[in-house]
C-alpha cells in the first residue's frame, strides 16, 4: 500500500513538473485558461450559491435551538454563523461540492481525450500536453474557486439572516450586532489560504486521475469517482493542517 | 528516412516485437502490414515516440530519436504528422478550429496566412466549406480526410497513419488511399502506413512490410506480393479460397 502511494505521489510530481513548463504559446493557454475559468466559475455559481444560502441558514436555526433557554445573548446567532461560515463551512463545503462537481468533469474530460487518442494527437504534434491540459485549469481554479468561496461565505451570512429573522428567532438589529461584534480580518485570510489550497488539490488530483486513465468506460468511471474520494479526503487532511497551522 | 533498427519491446512478460529492423524510405507509402495483434500497432507508436523501445533505436534520418532529450524531440514531432485510426479530432472544435490547432500553437503566421493554409489543406483533402462543421456531424471518412488535413498543416517531413481504413468502405477507402500516396508524392514526405486493408496494399504498397507475432516475416513491394513464396504472407493475404483461387489464375497469366 506505502509502495502504492509513493508510486503515485511520485508520478504526480512528474506529471505536476511537465505542467509547469514553459507554455509553447502563451495566447493558447490563455485562451484555455479563460474558458476553463469560466466553465470552473460560472459553471457552479448556482449549485455553489443554494448551497451556502442553506448551510447559513441550518446553522442560524441549529444555533438558535441550541441557545434557546439559555443565557447567551441572541446576537451570538450572527455571530456564530458569520465565523463558522468564513472559518471552514464555505472554504470547505464549497470546495468539497466542487470536487464532485469540477474535479469528476475534469477527471473525466481529460481521461476521455485519453482513451480517444486526442493526448496521442496533441503529444505527436509536440505539445507539451501535461502544460497545456494541466496547467489552465489549475490557474483557472485558483481565481474561480477563491471567488466562490467569497460568494458562498457572503451568501451564507445571508441564507442565515432569512432563516433566523423573518421566523422571529433573532430580531434584524440582533442579528446585525452579532455579525459586527468579535470581527476578527485575519479569518478572510485563513479562509482564502483555505480555498487556494483546496483549489489546487481539486483540480491537479482531478487531472492527474484523468491524464493516467488507460482501458474503457468502467475505467474512465473509476478515475472519475477516485478524483473526487482522493480529492475530498485531501482537502479535508490539508484543512485540518492548516487549522493546526494558522491557528496555534 | 525512418529506421527502425533493433527494436524489441515487451510489455511485463509479453513480447510484442522482437527484433525489428526495417528501413522506411523517404517520398514512398511504407507499409506495416499484419494480423490483429502482430504488433503494427505498436511498432508505429514507438515510430512516432509515443511509446518506447524495451531495446533498440528509432532514426529520423540521421539523428538517433531515442538518445533525444524531451526539447529536441518537440523539434522533431513539429516536422510528424499523424493520422490515428479513429481520427482523433477534437470534439469540442470545429473542422477549422481542429486544423488551425497546430498552426495557433507553433506558427506566428498572421490570422490571414492561417486561414489561407487551413482553407488550402480543406481544398487539398476535398473538403472545401466544410470549415464549419463538427467533428460529430460529418461522415468517418470526411473526419479521416480532417484528420490528414490536420496532419500535413505544418507541412511534415514525416507522415504516419494507424489504419487509415479502418470503418471505411472500400472505396472511400481507395480514394484515403490515393489521396495519402499523392500527399506523400507531392511533398516528398516519408510515409508510414499501418493497415491490414488488402486494397490498401495493392493499391499503395511501395513498400511493404509483414509483422507476424512479432517478428518482420517478409519484406517487397506490391509488384513482389502475388509472386512471393512465402507462407506467412500468403496465410495472410490470400487468406479467403477465392484470393488463392486468383491468385494462381494470375500467376498462369
Not at chain 2, 179 to 202: K, P, R, W
Request: aromatic residues 10%; neutral net charge.
Amino acid at each position: 500500500m506505502i509502495r502504492g502511494l509513493l508510486y503515485h505521489f511520485g508520478r504526480y510530481i512528474l506529471m505536476m513538473g511537465n505542467a509547469l513548463a514553459r507554455p509553447e504559446k502563451l495566447n493558447m493557454y490563455w485562451r484555455e485558461t479563460v474558458r476553463q475559468g469560466y466553465d470552473i466559475g460560472i459553471g457552479s455559481l448556482i449549485i455553489v450559491m443554494l448551497i451556502s444560502i442553506f448551510i447559513g441558514a441550518v446553522a442560524a436555526v441549529q444555533f438558535a435551538y441550541q441557545l434557546d433557554g439559555t443565557l447567551v445573548p441572541n446576537y451570538y446567532i450572527g455571530y456564530v454563523v458569520r465565523d463558522l461560515t468564513i472559518i471552514e463551512l464555505a472554504p470547505t463545503i464549497t470546495c468539497l461540492v466542487l470536487a464532485g462537481k469540477v474535479g469528476s468533469n475534469i477527471a473525466a474530460e481529460i481521461g476521455g481525450m485519453r482513451q480517444k487518442e486526442h493526448i496521442d494527437a496533441m503529444e505527436v504534434m509536440g505539445v507539451n500536453t501535461a502544460a497545456y491540459l494541466i496547467t489552465p485549469k489549475v490557474v483557472a481554479a485558483l481565481f474561480a474557486i477563491p471567488l466562490l468561496v467569497a460568494v458562498a461565505a457572503f451568501l451564507a451570512v445571508g441564507g442565515g439572516y432569512v432563516a433566523s429573522v423573518p421566523t422571529g428567532l433573532v430580531t434584524h438589529a440582533e442579528y446585525v450586532q452579532g455579525l459586527r461584534v468579535f470581527f476578527v480580518p485575519y479569518n478572510v485570510f485563513m479562509m482564502f489560504v483555505k480555498a487556494f489550497v483546496f483549489a489546487f488539490i481539486l483540480t491537479s488530483v482531478s487531472c492527474y486521475q484523468g491524464y493516467h486513465v488507460q482501458g474503457g468506460a468502467i475505467e474512465l468511471g473509476k478515475a472519475s469517482t477516485n478524483a473526487v474520494v482522493v480529492s475530498d479526503i485531501l482537502i479535508l487532511l490539508s484543512d485540518y493542517i492548516i487549522a493546526i497551522l494558522l491557528t496555534t | 528516412m525512418i529506421a527502425a533498427k533493433n527494436i524489441y519491446k515487451s510489455f511485463d512478460d509479453n513480447d510484442v516485437l522482437k527484433d525489428i529492423n526495417i528501413e522506411f524510405e523517404t517520398g514512398r507509402c511504407n507499409l506495416i502490414i499484419g494480423r490483429s495483434g502482430a504488433g503494427k500497432t505498436v511498432l508505429l507508436k514507438i515510430l512516432a515516440g509515443l511509446l518506447k523501445p524495451t531495446k533498440g533505436e528509432v532514426w529520423y534520418d540521421d539523428v538517433n530519436f531515442c538518445k533525444l532529450n524531451k526539447f529536441q524531440i518537440r523539434e522533431i514531432r513539429m516536422q510528424v504528422g499523424m493520422l490515428f485510426q479513429g481520427s482523433a479530432l477534437f470534439d469540442s472544435m470545429s473542422v477549422e478550429d481542429n486544423i488551425r490547432f497546430p498552426l495557433d500553437m507553433f506558427t506566428n503566421k498572421t490570422r490571414k496566412e492561417r486561414d489561407d493554409r487551413v482553407n488550402y489543406c480543406l481544398e487539398r483533402v476535398n473538403l472545401a466549406g466544410n470549415n464549419k462543421k463538427f467533428p460529430s456531424e460529418i461522415s468517418g471518412g470526411m473526419q479521416k480526410r480532417v484528420g490528414i488535413a490536420r496532419a500535413i498543416v505544418l507541412n511534415p517531413k514525416y507522415l504516419f497513419c494507424d489504419e487509415p481504413n479502418s470503418g471505411l468502405d472500400p472505396k472511400t477507402s481507395i480514394l484515403i488511399d490515393k489521396l495519402i500516396d499523392s500527399i506523400t508524392e507531392e511533398n516528398h514526405i516519408t510515409t508510414i502506413i499501418n493497415t491490414h486493408d488488402m486494397n490498401s496494399v495493392m493499391e499503395i504498397g511501395d513498400r511493404i512490410n509483414l509483422l507476424s507475432l512479432g517478428n518482420l516475416a517478409w519484406s517487397g513491394n506490391k509488384a513482389d506480393v502475388l509472386e512471393s513464396n512465402n507462407e506467412t504472407l500468403k496465410d495472410f493475404i490470400f487468406a479467403s479460397p477465392f484470393l488463392q483461387k486468383l491468385r494462381e489464375t494470375a500467376l498462369k497469366g
